[in-house]
Every structure is written in C-alpha cells, then in structure tokens.
C-alpha cells in the first residue's frame, strides 16, 4: 500500500462526508430451534425494518475514530469493541485498504433493546466506509462481511421484511405488495442482554416451562399477503417473549397496557425487552402512544412504521 495507490484510492472515494441512514429491525416473527454447537440456535424468522433511525457519517481520517450523540451517549464504548469500528475493520481488511476514517454516530435506537441498534450501525459503518473508501462493494458482499460481525446485520444491508434462517445471517427478501404497517414501539428503562435471553430461553425449555415452539411462517407471511392489520395482528410470535418475561416480568404490564389502550397486537421485540404494538392505522398509533406515555409502563413510547429500507446514503 503506497502513497500512489492511496491517492488513487482517494480519487476513487468520496472526498466529503458520507452520511448513512440505518433502521432499527422487529422480528414479526422469532422461531428459535435449538441451540448448534456453535453456539448459535437455529432461526425461523421474519425480519421488519422500521422508521426509528440511527445516522452514521463517515469522514476521511488519519486513524479510525468514533464519536456519538443520542441514545446511549456515554454508555456505549467506542474502542475496537464497538461494532461500527468493527465493521470498518473487517471491510478494510476485506478490501485491503487502511482503516482510515471519523466515524460519528447519532443514535435513536435504543441499547440492548432487543431492536439490533449495535448491528444497525455496524451496516451503516460498511455501506458508509465503502462509499467513504470507494471499495465499492455489492451488497451481497457487504452483506456476506456483515454475517461475520452479528447475526441482525446482514437484514440490516437490505432492510424491508425478510425471512432470516440459519442463526439469522441468511437473508431473503420478502416479496408482498407495498403495505404500511404501523407501529407503537414501547422502549424500557434498562437493556436486556441477548446471550442471556438466549440461555434463559435453553433454561425454560429444560424445565417444560417455555410456550410451545412458533415453527412455520407459513400463517405469518399468508397474514402479510392479506394486508389487514387485525389478520397480521394474529400472527405475530416471537419464542424469546418467554424469556424476556421471565428476566423482566414487569413487561407483562407494558404489554398489557398496550393491548388495553387499544393495540391490536403487543409482541417484545427479538430479545426485548422493549415492547412493539401493532396498531390499526398511524393515528391508532399516535393515541396509543401518549396512552402508552401517560400508563408509565415504558420510559418512552414512540411510534414508527415499516417496512423501510436498509442502510442508504443519505
Ligand atoms: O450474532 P450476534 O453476535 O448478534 O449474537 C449475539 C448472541 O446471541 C450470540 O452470542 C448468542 O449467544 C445469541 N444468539 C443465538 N442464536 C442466534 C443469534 C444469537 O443464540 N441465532
């Protein structure tokens, strides 16, 4: 790597800012098999990209370095074990090129919300680096970078409803008529960790106290084709709420007061323990977010719709 081929590397990249726009993702619906020896449990789920956002700008750099606003400010470590530097790594050394930029986050996505906020800004760092760096990579290829760095993060690449198996990594899109979906999203006071969810979920199961496995997502994606929100409303499961219950029982409360105020359905989201509601129409969605507000169930409600996109340059 010598200066001449760095000045045509910057020739090739972008010479300003790069700004990525990436969604934080439900799973409408979370079928967890059994735990693999890798580790890992088998997935059967459906991925929903929603409109609560974080934004990532990459700028060109001397070293590679990473700033943050927002959600989680101060909480969140930004050394090599953050995934949006992790990401930048794994792309250069994908790439072969330095590891170069100013990264800065703005986050809105909550942490350890069980809403793939960390995998969320490990997709904006790729597709903001590749820009930034001119690596120009397919998404395919990022997304193949992205499976490495967590399961969530190659949906979060492509974005919309997706079916995810293996552990989540494998992605394909679902194809269904545009429908909008509304959402109330119920944030918690506190994270929920994701590994831990996991193990509690193998605990249960041992012990005969877990629900019944989801299996098929067969009724799931019949209920999408249908675009009635009460038929969605009915479909919706997730095998991890158990778990999620079991460590944070007060969300039963939270999803109770939503169902009550008028929600069609109230599932946690992936691991929780924040909590998202399925509503009739955006100002179902609205009134049951201040009712959600005022209950003082959740620290915040916000609402949000999908699906939407990926993570896109904005
Ligand atoms: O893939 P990711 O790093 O986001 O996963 C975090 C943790 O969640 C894993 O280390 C594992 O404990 C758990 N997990 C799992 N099965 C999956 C995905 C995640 O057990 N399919």
């Known amino acids: 790597w010598g200066p001449d081929d760095e000045d045509e590397q910057r020739r090739r990249g972008a010479s300003g800012p790069v700004r990525v726009r990436v969604p934080a993702k439900v799973n409408l619906h979370l079928g967890v098999g059994p735990l693999r020896p890798d580790g890992?449990?088998?997935?059967?789920?459906?991925?929903?990209?929603?409109?609560?956002?974080?934004?990532?700008?990459?700028?060109?750099?001397?070293?590679?370095?990473?700033?943050?606003?927002?959600?989680?400010?101060?909480?969140?470590?930004?050394?090599?074990?953050?995934?949006?530097?992790?990401?930048?790594?794994?792309?250069?050394?994908?790439?072969?090129?330095?590891?170069?930029?100013?990264?800065?986050?703005?986050?809105?996505?909550?942490?350890?919300?069980?809403?793939?906020?960390?995998?969320?800004?490990?997709?904006?760092?790729?597709?903001?680096?590749?820009?930034?760096?001119?690596?120009?990579?397919?998404?395919?290829?990022?997304?193949?970078?992205?499976?490495?760095?967590?399961?969530?993060?190659?949906?979060?690449?492509?974005?919309?409803?997706?079916?995810?198996?293996?552990?989540?990594?494998?992605?394909?899109?679902?194809?269904?008529r545009p429908t909008t979906w509304h959402w109330v999203v119920a944030v918690a006071d506190a994270g929920l960790s994701t590994p831990v969810a996991y193990r509690e979920l193998d605990r249960l199961r041992e012990a005969g106290a877990a629900g019944e496995p989801l299996g098929s997502t067969d009724a799931l994606f019949a209920a999408l084709r249908q675009r009635d929100p009460r038929v969605l409303a009915a479909a919706l499961?997730?095998?991890?709420?158990?778990?999620?219950?079991?460590?944070?029982?007060?969300?039963?409360?939270?999803?109770?007061?939503?169902?009550?105020?008028?929600a069609l359905a109230g599932i946690v989201s992936g691991s929780g323990p924040t909590c998202v509601f399925l509503a009739a129409d955006a100002a179902d969605a609205e009134r049951i977010a201040v009712e959600l507000t005022s209950a003082d169930v959740c620290r915040e409600a916000r609402t949000a719709h999908g699906p939407v996109p990926g993570a896109r340059i904005v």
């Open 237 to 262: 499961g997730n095998d991890l709420q158990d778990a999620a219950l079991a460590m944070r029982p007060s969300l039963a409360g939270t999803l109770k007061a939503g169902e009550a105020a008028g």
């Open 40 to 176: 890992y449990h088998e997935l059967n789920t459906v991925y929903h990209a929603i409109s609560i956002h974080d934004e990532l700008t990459a700028r060109r750099g001397d070293t590679l370095t990473l700033t943050m606003e927002g959600e989680g400010a101060g909480e969140l470590a930004l050394d090599d074990t953050n995934l949006a530097i992790r990401a930048a790594r794994a792309l250069a050394g994908y790439a072969g090129v330095p590891p170069h930029a100013r990264l800065h986050l703005r986050k809105q996505i909550p942490l350890a919300g069980g809403l793939a906020g960390g995998s969320a800004d490990a997709a904006a760092a790729l597709v903001a680096c590749d820009a930034l760096w001119g690596t120009g990579l397919s998404r395919d290829e990022l997304a193949r970078i992205a499976a490495d760095l967590g399961s969530d993060v190659p949906f979060l690449i492509h974005g919309g409803t997706a079916l995810g198996t293996g552990r989540g990594e494998s992605v394909s899109p679902v194809l269904a």
